[in-house]
């Protein structure tokens, strides 16, 4: 083989390499860089790093998963989450957590993580769980879910949490991004603002226009939650 074959194949390679390396959040180049809560210098693909001079614990620790959320609006979930903006400290490193509170039947509607792969411990309750796979099969994968229980939903795929039980239902999710993002699916289709036109979700939907007024007017802002 050539030295221009072998130069081309080491090319290639290494871009094959540099895209698996990037799927997720990029390593560091240093032992840590604290988030600063913002910055004059414009935008950045994360956080801009705090003088390691001046980082101190607490920029690692946060205390705000010690206590149940309120539940109380119609879908019944409370999340916290411990992601960069929360906990500092995680800027750079990939990962991030949160704290979900379910009341009895409460709903962690169908949504995606379009940064990062979650994974979900049951910690109280009783939890069906599941996600779908990308078009054209749809296929579901579910369990249902008992205390010390773990599933994982693979990144960017729709998924969901219901409580199947008559008591409230706790679980600690983890993700591989310190900002994994959050989508909801109907918040997003119904609560959009400005709203999708009528006409493109009646055509979707295949439905009347009746009923998507209807839909829309049960996911107005003070309805949404966000992780």
Same mark, same amino acid.
């Given at each position: 083989?050539? +030295?221009? &074959?072998?130069?081309?194949?080491?090319?290639?390679?290494?871009?094959?390499?540099?895209? %698996?390396?990037?799927?997720? /959040? @990029?390593?560091?180049?240093?032992?840590? $860089?604290?988030?600063? /809560?913002?910055?004059?210098?414009?935008?950045?693909?994360?956080?801009? $790093?705090?003088?390691?001079?001046?980082?101190?614990? /607490?920029?690692?620790?946060?205390? !705000?998963?010690?206590?149940? !959320?309120?539940?109380?609006?119609?879908?019944?979930?409370? %999340?916290?989450?411990?992601?960069?903006?929360?906990?500092?400290?995680? +800027?750079?490193?990939?990962?991030?957590?949160?704290?979900?509170?379910?009341?009895?039947? !409460?709903?962690?509607?169908?949504?995606? &993580?379009?940064?990062?792969?979650?994974?979900?411990?049951?910690?109280?309750?009783?939890?069906?769980?599941?996600?779908?796979?990308? +078009? @054209?099969? &749809?296929?579901?994968?579910?369990?249902?879910? &008992?205390?010390? #229980?773990?599933?994982?939903?693979?990144?960017?795929? %729709?998924?969901?949490?219901? =409580?199947?039980?008559?008591?409230?239902?706790?679980?600690?999710?983890?993700? =591989?991004?310190?900002?994994?993002?959050?989508?909801?699916?109907?918040?997003?289709?119904?609560?959009?603002? @400005?709203?999708? @036109?009528?006409?493109?979700?009646?055509?979707?939907?295949?439905? #009347? *226009? *009746?009923?998507? /007024?209807?839909?829309?007017?049960?996911?107005?802002?003070?309805?949404?939650?966000?992780?």
């Amino acid at each position: 083989m050539s +030295n221009i &074959h072998y130069f081309t194949l080491t090319i290639a390679i290494l871009a094959l390499a540099s895209s %698996v390396a990037y799927a997720s /959040d @990029p390593d560091p180049l240093q032992d840590f $860089c604290v988030a600063l /809560d913002e910055s004059k210098a414009g935008f950045v693909n994360g956080k801009f $790093c705090k003088d390691p001079k001046l980082v101190k614990a /607490d920029d690692f620790f946060y205390s !705000g998963l010690r206590n149940a !959320g309120n539940t109380s609006n119609p879908f019944g979930i409370s %999340v916290t989450p411990a992601l960069v903006t929360e906990l500092p400290g995680l +800027n750079t490193l990939g990962i991030s957590i949160a704290r979900v509170d379910l009341a009895p039947n !409460g709903i962690s509607s169908p949504h995606t &993580h379009p940064r990062a792969t979650e994974i979900l411990i049951c910690l109280e309750g009783t939890l069906y769980v599941g996600f779908i796979t990308s +078009n @054209p099969e &749809h296929r579901l994968f579910a369990k249902t879910l &008992h205390e010390g #229980d773990v599933f994982v939903f693979p990144r960017g795929l %729709v998924h969901f949490q219901l =409580n199947l039980g008559k008591t409230k239902a706790r679980s600690i999710v983890a993700f =591989n991004s310190q900002n994994p993002g959050f989508i909801t699916i109907p918040n997003t289709i119904f609560g959009s603002n @400005p709203p999708i @036109p009528t006409d493109v979700l009646t055509k979707a939907f295949q439905v #009347d *226009k *009746k009923v998507i /007024d209807q839909i829309q007017k049960q996911f107005e802002s003070e309805n949404n939650y966000h992780e």
